[in-house]
């Protein structure tokens, strides 16, 4: 493609009417939902999905198609959409008020009061502001809004009596309706659940929020609201102050409203002309895989995570050096954060074990519910931690996504491990010269012995309950992250077989000389010779398995390593350059 008609991509940015207008940029067309949104029974609607999936966006496509105020640049907006071409009955009918609880203050109840109530205030006053030509005496009502001296929900009755009298609908709009409950969840105390009761349960502000809403859609001036937000953990406690609205988050036909298709992510490398030799490392496996529905047929990719690899690119001309959107590192403190109990810590490093679990995925549910399995494990999914690989009987087989998920898991485990054992002392300048050298000298001695002294040996007893190939195998990947100039990888398919782990070079380290297949066995303290020499004998196979496949044979530059771990104090290991 000529570079002087390629598209921008709109990296960061989520306004619509921004996007279509301005810098040329790239719009990936999902407004044929609109159309199926209107047609369903139920106008007040509500859609879960993860962060950075493009929420913000869609919001704001809603906005500018269903606001009367862009009647007149619907053409210019809307054109050469799906929906410009098939427009729906409602199309720019409504006064749009546009709720966005992301910066909600929740250091303490009196600060989320303030925070929550002005919030909402200057919610009412922009939206009498924007709508001037429809209410005549906006800003003598938003005089009056701002001279209130009560932190209290009347201010909406303002605008629903000034709408009711224009003969007007409002559609109501609400980005991260949940962002505060999830922040309290996140302080995991019993100062974060007294204050999610205080505020959200009965009596509770954002409840009364909430029953404002639902007496403004049953008397017809709220006609339809759109709620979005990552988890529905406020939905079973604001059921009798909001029971009116239908949650389509597991919808099949929704499936791909937000995130790209594979599809729409060549469109997006051939409408902004990255060539396809820049792409050098495999899209699918680091950002795709997420299925919202057992019944739906297309995996999606993190939207965010696309736009960031494909802007690197196109930046720097290259492939970014880091493939993981830097963002993500703040969803390994938060998922710290989430684990309630013991059983939620089990059951998320079985996760990290196997990679899977079977569960149900719970359309709402309590924060007095997290500290069961279903409910935490449908927070997981809900986050964009797991998501749905196949049906599996009454329940669903969850999995991890990606690989920049697996890496969010790594990530925890390792500093879950170190919390628990504070005897680690690990020097991240040693560890990562150590990977220095398994790289270019082809010495994985210093890096395992590293690990083996300064780490393993050290484990409390919490964790060495759980220590076995899975656990040593996913504490390797974690410190092996430390140090970028590899892509570790578990459970690498050579066709046959799976390797333990796979070393592969980053391909912004072309000089890397060696890349390594590592088999890992355990043998306890106390295991005879007999049982060690069998883990052997089982190893050197898969090995050689390993390096006669199909994807590994006959590599210069590949070494293989069989790793016994014996106990948590001693390994022992054998690098095989030839095998028999």
Not at 39 to 48: G, L, T
Request: proline fraction near 3%; include cysteine; aromatic fraction near 14%.
């Amino acid at each position: 493609m000529n570079t002087n008609t390629a598209k921008q991509l709109p990296y960061g940015n989520a306004n619509f009417k921004s996007i279509r207008t301005e810098n040329n940029y790239i719009y990936v067309d999902k407004t044929r939902f609109i159309e199926l949104l209107e047609k369903e029974s139920n106008k007040n609607q509500i859609f879960i999905r993860p962060r950075r999936f493009g929420k913000s966006l869609f919001l704001s496509t809603l906005a500018y198609y269903y606001d009367v105020n862009y009647a007149d640049e619907f053409e210019q907006l809307f054109g050469n959409l799906y929906i410009g071409q098939h427009p729906t009955p409602r199309k720019n009918s409504y006064a749009v008020m546009e709720f966005d609880f992301s910066g909600v203050d929740t250091s303490n109840i009196e600060s989320f009061r303030n925070s929550f109530f002005n919030n909402v205030r200057h919610t009412v006053c922009r939206f009498l502001s924007n709508h001037q030509n429809i209410f005549p005496k906006a800003n003598q009502l938003i005089d009056q809004i701002n001279q209130h001296e009560h932190s209290d929900l009347s201010i909406l009755d303002t605008a629903f009596r000034a709408a009711e009298s224009a003969k007007i609908s409002i559609f109501i709009i609400i980005d991260e309706y949940d962002h505060f409950a999830n922040d309290l969840i996140a302080i995991g105390t019993v100062i974060g659940d007294n204050f999610y009761k205080k505020m959200i349960t009965a009596n509770g502000l954002v409840r009364d929020f909430y029953e404002k809403l639902k007496t403004a859609s049953k008397y017809g001036v709220a006609d339809r609201t759109f709620i979005t937000g990552i988890s529905p953990v406020m939905l079973d406690d604001l059921t009798s102050g909001y029971n009116i609205a239908t949650n389509y988050s597991l919808h099949w036909q929704y499936n791909e409203m937000l995130g790209f298709t594979s599809s729409e992510v060549e469109r997006l490398r051939e409408e902004t002309g990255i060539d396809t030799s820049r792409i050098n490392v495999d899209m699918e496996y680091y950002y795709n895989g997420y299925l919202f529905s057992a019944d739906a047929v297309n995996k999606v990719y993190n939207s965010t995570m696309i736009l960031y690899f494909f802007e690197q690119i196109l930046e720097n001309n290259k492939p970014p050096k880091n493939f993981i959107d830097p963002n993500l590192s703040i969803d390994s403190g938060r998922l710290k954060r989430l684990i309630q109990n013991e059983d939620n810590r089990n059951t998320l490093i079985q996760i990290i074990k196997d990679g899977s679990i079977v569960s149900k995925v719970l359309e709402e549910f309590s924060i007095d519910q997290l500290n069961d399995d279903p409910y935490f494990v449908s927070l997981l999914f809900y986050l964009g931690l797991l998501t749905i690989k196949e049906s599996y009987a009454d329940e669903l087989r969850l999995v991890i996504p990606n690989y920049s998920i697996q890496t969010t898991y790594w990530a925890y485990l390792r500093d879950l491990v170190h919390d628990h054992s504070p005897d680690i002392k690990l020097n991240v300048k040693e560890l990562r010269e150590s990977i220095r050298v398994i790289a270019m000298e082809g010495n994985l001695h210093d890096f395992i012995d590293y690990v083996s002294q300064n780490a393993f040996s050290k484990l409390s007893d919490f964790d060495l309950l759980r220590f076995d190939e899975k656990y040593i195998k996913v504490l390797l990947l974690a410190y092996l992250l430390l140090n970028n100039i590899y892509i570790p990888m578990s459970e690498y398919e050579t066709v046959p077989g799976r390797a333990d782990i796979f070393l592969q070079r980053n391909p912004n380290f072309p000089q890397v000389k060696y890349e390594w297949v590592l088999e890992l066995k355990y043998c306890k303290t106390d295991a005879k010779q007999s049982e060690i020499d069998q883990k052997r004998k089982e190893g050197l196979e898969q090995l050689n398995q390993y390096a006669h496949s199909f994807r590994l044979k006959d590599r210069a530059d590949l070494k293989f390593a069989l790793l016994i771990f014996i106990g948590k104090d001693k390994y022992e290991m054998n690098i095989v350059d030839e095998t028999q």
